[in-house]
């Protein structure tokens, strides 16, 4: 709708992948910050900039314009994931992180529910600038709420930490354009469109590999292994349920609304995962929790692959992919706790941002792939492949996830 108002239709895949690239820079300069000075200042940059790309887009008259908010956007919402982490390890002790992060699972579940149905309705209604708008006020009033609790934390740099590191930030900025470049030829479906993916592939795993903590790619026991079931768990999950409206669609006839109910009990079971790994606190290890998750996301992806092939009544999707929901309510939280754990005070932040740059690299990577398998499949095999390429992620995250077990750091004042 919007790029059309704009008269830029041609520029649409660029405006919904730029925050992608601007994101990554976002991390990787939160992390760099956060460590030498601690969140205090950078959230208010961080939520400051955001806002400015919001009214940017809001009042965008180009669609030029439009892409310039987006990267605002990008550049201030992932600085505010990285310093949010650090207050969190900050703030609170050990202890209560699970339940803390259970509590975020829980506040994204209504706006995932309403959001875009709201969003709709005030463009439609009221015009889609005030959806910007209305978001950046929003914003605003949820962090008017945490300004108390800033006021109180030290904002003074860590002596033992040198400059920030303008090769990371370089890296990181590469990494994003691979990633947009993944995401766009991801979306060509021509017949050189995988040989440019899998180069933008390459290009992105040697720029992310100095973001990482050392040992990522190797899977080493502890903090590494952490980070690369990130990376595996949000290319099996999403790289399946964007393609789930679009099974109800063609193979059962379902109208977009109540294709699109399915996410909304995947939604519903998510938040049920994390309210539940909270409760039980460290009664269950973080790599328990997270092998739990994996097995649940590994009966819902495998209920996607079945619907794909013998195509049962819908309701056992929905069922199986409620099951997949609740796994990732049971991962994400604890992986989140893990990397904290294992994080000495002076590497928080590099390793919130490490977690962040990770969750974005396997999402977009996994997609993109998974746009090309679509694309070259043979016809009526389409659905089936791409399940069956996450099913093999899902695999190994099950396999790897034990090696997420580590030893903290010693505890530094």
Same mark, same amino acid.
């Given at each position: 709708?919007?790029? #059309?108002?704009?008269?830029?239709?041609?520029?649409?895949?660029?405006?919904?992948?730029?925050?992608?690239?601007?994101?990554?820079?976002? +991390?990787?300069?939160?992390?760099?910050? %956060?460590?030498?000075?601690?969140?205090?200042?950078?959230?208010?940059?961080?939520?400051?900039?955001?806002? !400015?790309?919001?009214?940017?887009?809001?009042?965008? +008259?180009?669609?030029?314009?439009?892409?310039?908010?987006?990267?605002?956007?990008?550049?201030?919402?992932?600085a505010i994931t990285v310093a949010l982490y650090v207050l969190i390890a900050r703030a609170y002790p050990g202890h209560l992180h699970s339940k803390i992060f259970a509590l975020f699972a829980t506040a994204w579940v209504i706006p995932a529910m309403v959001?875009?149905?709201?969003?709709?309705? !005030?463009? &439609?209604?009221?015009?889609?600038?005030? &959806?910007?708008?209305?978001?950046?006020?929003? &914003?605003?009033?949820?962090?008017?709420?945490?300004?108390?609790?800033?006021?109180?934390?030290?904002?003074?740099?860590?002596?033992?930490? /040198?400059?920030?590191?303008?090769?990371?930030?370089?890296?990181?900025?590469?990494?994003?354009?691979? &990633?947009?470049?993944?995401?766009?030829?991801?979306?060509?479906?021509? @017949?050189?469109?995988?040989?440019?993916?899998?180069?933008?592939?390459?290009?992105?795993?040697?720029? !992310?590999?100095?973001?990482?903590?050392?040992?990522?790619?190797? !899977?080493?026991?502890?903090?590494?292994?952490?980070?690369?079931?990130?990376?595996?768990?949000?290319?099996?999950?999403?790289?399946?349920?964007?393609?789930?409206?679009?099974?109800?669609?063609?193979?059962?006839?379902?109208?977009?609304?109540?294709?699109?109910?399915?996410?909304?009990?995947?939604?519903?079971?998510?938040?049920?995962?994390?309210?539940?790994? /909270?409760?039980?606190? #460290?009664?269950?290890?973080?790599?328990?929790?997270?092998?739990? /998750?994996?097995?649940?996301? @590994?009966?819902?992806i495998g209920t996607a692959l079945a619907t794909a092939i013998f195509h049962p009544p819908v309701i056992v999707l929905v069922c199986g992919w409620a099951v997949g929901g609740f796994g990732m309510g049971m991962i994400f939280p604890r992986q989140n706790?893990?990397?904290?754990?294992?994080?000495?005070?002076?590497?928080?932040?590099?390793?919130?941002?490490?977690?962040?740059?990770?969750d974005s690299l396997g999402n977009a990577g996994a997609t993109a792939i998974g746009g090309v398998i679509f694309a070259m499949a043979a016809t009526g095999m389409g659905f089936i492949s791409v399940f069956g390429f996450s099913m093999i992620l899902i695999?190994?995250?099950?396999?790897?996830?034990?090696? %997420?077990?580590?030893?903290?750091?010693?505890?530094?004042?």
């Open positions: 709708m919007v790029s #059309e108002l704009l008269e830029g239709e041609r520029y649409f895949a660029l405006a919904f992948a730029a925050p992608i690239a601007s994101g990554m820079l976002g +991390m990787v300069a939160a992390g760099e910050i %956060t460590d030498r000075w601690g969140p205090k200042h950078l959230l208010h940059i961080a939520v400051a900039v955001f806002c !400015i790309g919001l009214v940017i887009c809001g009042s965008a +008259m180009t669609m030029q314009m439009l892409i310039g908010g987006r990267i605002l956007q990008g550049v201030g919402g992932g959001g875009p149905w709201l969003a709709g309705l !005030i463009a &439609v209604h009221i015009g889609w600038r005030w &959806v910007f708008s209305g978001v950046a006020i929003l &914003v605003i009033a949820a962090f008017a709420g945490i300004i108390p609790s800033l006021r109180s934390m030290s904002s003074e740099r860590d002596p033992e930490l /040198g400059p920030i590191s303008v090769k990371r930030l370089a890296l990181a900025g590469l990494t994003g354009l691979a &990633v947009i470049s993944m995401n766009l030829l991801g979306n060509l479906h021509s @017949s050189w469109s995988l040989a440019g993916l899998l180069l933008a592939l390459v290009v992105a795993l040697v720029a !992310i590999r100095p973001l990482l903590p050392k040992g990522t790619f190797t !899977i080493r026991k502890g903090l590494p292994a952490t980070m690369m079931t990130r990376i595996f768990v949000t290319g099996a999950f999403f790289g399946v349920e964007v393609y789930l409206p679009y099974l109800l669609r063609e193979d059962y006839q379902l109208t977009p609304d109540r294709a699109g109910l399915i996410l909304t009990a995947s939604a519903l079971c998510w938040s049920i995962g994390s309210w539940l790994q /909270g409760k039980l606190g #460290e009664k269950v290890s973080n790599s328990r929790c997270i092998t739990v /998750g994996a097995l649940a996301g @590994s009966v819902a706790v893990n990397m904290l754990a294992l994080s000495a005070k002076s590497e928080q932040g590099f390793n919130s941002s490490a977690m962040t740059v990770a695999l190994i995250l099950i396999v790897i996830s034990p090696r %997420t077990k580590g030893i903290a750091p010693a505890v530094q004042d």
